[in-house]
């Protein structure tokens, strides 16, 4: 069935670094990939999401880039802040069951100031 | 808007028995769905739906039962506890527009545990 890894587990960077988060997967038809943020003791906060239609996806100090044929997409933080500090889980979509995701296992980044 | 909701927040069960999961969503999403995330871990699909009437498994089914008779609500039955059931469970919802996989808004989860 369809997987997702995701790496590295931890990450810990200063405060103003970036950061770097990435996920393979395993179906060539997925065609949807979201990022999401949680907090401790949170719900799953989407803060990017990139189609298959395109390459790279930008929203301030966020990005995503996707490389179909490798099957990877990444996660990029710039500009670091402590609130950045939170479980980072990349998905894609499971095309066999329409518009269902599935997750990675997350990624718990620090920031440090 | 009040989003996805879900009932209760917290839970204990004992071993064997059984409840009831409430999910209910004001967005008039056609998709909705059920996940279950373990301690560290990432989420996992338990069941799905498309529309009223009609739902899917997902990758842990197993101990599970849902049903979808409105687009608002998708309860999550649990039959007969056990302890690996203990977890936290998030429902969602994303609409179906455009032919493209639309973001899925989820509730704030109820956190149950089985001893």
């Known amino acids: 069935g369809e997987n997702v890894e995701q790496h590295p587990s931890t990450l810990s960077v200063q405060e103003g670094d970036s950061a770097v988060i990435k996920c393979t997967y395993s179906?060539?038809?997925?065609?949807?990939f979201p990022w999401y943020k949680q907090e401790l003791g949170k719900r799953p906060q989407l803060i990017i999401d990139?189609?298959?239609?395109?390459g790279e996806k930008k929203d301030q100090r966020i990005a995503v880039t996707l490389n179909k044929t490798a099957k990877h997409f990444s996660l990029h933080i710039t500009e670091t802040q402590p609130e950045d500090s939170a479980v980072y889980f990349c998905?894609?979509?499971?095309?066999?069951?329409?518009?269902?995701?599935?997750f990675g296992k997350g990624t718990t980044l620090s920031v440090s100031s | 808007n009040a989003g996805v909701t879900q009932t209760p927040k917290f839970r204990i069960l004992k071993i064997g028995q059984s409840m009831t999961l409430q999910c209910t969503q004001d967005?008039?999403?056609?998709?909705m769905y059920w996940y279950r995330q373990d301690p560290g871990m990432g989420l996992k699909l338990i069941y799905y739906?498309?529309?009223?009437?009609?739902?899917d498994k997902g990758e842990v089914p197993n101990g599970y039962n849902v049903s979808r008779s409105t687009t608002e609500d998708f309860p999550l039955r649990l039959e007969l506890a056990a302890p690996s059931q203990t977890s936290v469970y998030f429902c969602?919802?994303?609409?179906?527009?455009?032919?493209?996989?639309?973001?899925?808004?989820f509730g704030d989860g109820t956190r149950l545990s089985i001893l």
């Open positions: 969602a919802s994303s609409s179906g527009q455009g032919g493209w996989n639309q973001p899925q808004h």
């Open positions: 179906d060539s038809a997925s065609n949807y």
């Open positions: 990139i189609r298959s239609n395109v």
């Open positions: 998905a894609a979509s499971l095309t066999q069951a329409g518009t269902a995701l599935i």
């Open positions: 967005m008039n999403h056609n998709y």
């Open positions: 739906s498309v529309g009223a009437g009609i739902t």
